[in-house]
């Protein structure tokens, strides 16, 4: 396949977890000639979660566009489609990833995303996970994110400080680009 003639689309099928539905979807989209370029599994709940990024020739992604509405049925799966295209980097000057943890409190991730918004982050990637230690509940996330080139990172550090402070969260960024 070249880029030329190569399309993209983005699936997400949502259903009660269970062994198999992986293999199923993903048998079909080989049959429908489609690969996938990039995908992500999560069990939220009893709930099984699977977004994918295919790519294909238009035969092969109107295939996978008339064929998922029967399997999803089959499979009790609720499923979401969109055509996309190949996506194009913005320029940045750093990336990053995040890790922070404290005591589960109402609102902690709603201010850390509303302050990388503020500061033009670009978030990459997130997994924010609650758990119980010692009778009480904490949380902890994971965030993968890019920065603007003109960023004073120090600054931004200096910052964040400031929110993780009123958070009551431990924190560590890492350089990973």
């Excluded at 983005?10 to 993903?26: C, F, H, K, N, Q």
């Excluded at 989209?29 to 996938?36: D, G, L, Q, T």
């Excluded at 913005?90 to 503020?118: H, I, K, P």
């Amino acid at each position: 396949m070249t880029t030329f003639t190569s399309h993209q689309l983005v699936l997400t099928a949502i259903g009660e977890d269970r062994s198999g539905i992986v293999s199923e979807l993903t048998q079909l989209v080989s049959e429908c000639n489609c690969n996938i370029i990039d995908s992500r599994i999560a069990i939220l709940g009893n709930e099984f979660t699977f977004i994918m990024l295919l790519s294909g020739d238009m035969a092969a992604i109107s295939r996978v566009e008339h064929t998922l509405p029967v399997k999803s049925v089959e499979l009790g799966l609720l499923t979401m489609m969109k055509r996309t295209s190949r996506h194009t980097e913005n320029e940045f000057g750093a990336g990053y990833t995040l890790e922070y943890s404290g005591l589960d409190t109402q609102g902690t991730l709603s201010r850390v995303t509303r302050f990388f918004a503020e500061q033009k982050m670009s978030i990459c990637s997130l997994k924010s996970d609650t758990f119980e230690e010692q009778g009480e509940m904490h949380m902890s996330c994971l965030l993968e994110f890019n920065t603007p080139c003109e960023l004073d990172f120090d600054q931004f550090k200096e910052k964040f400080e400031e929110l993780s402070g009123i958070s009551n969260v431990h924190y560590v960024f890492r350089r990973i680009r």
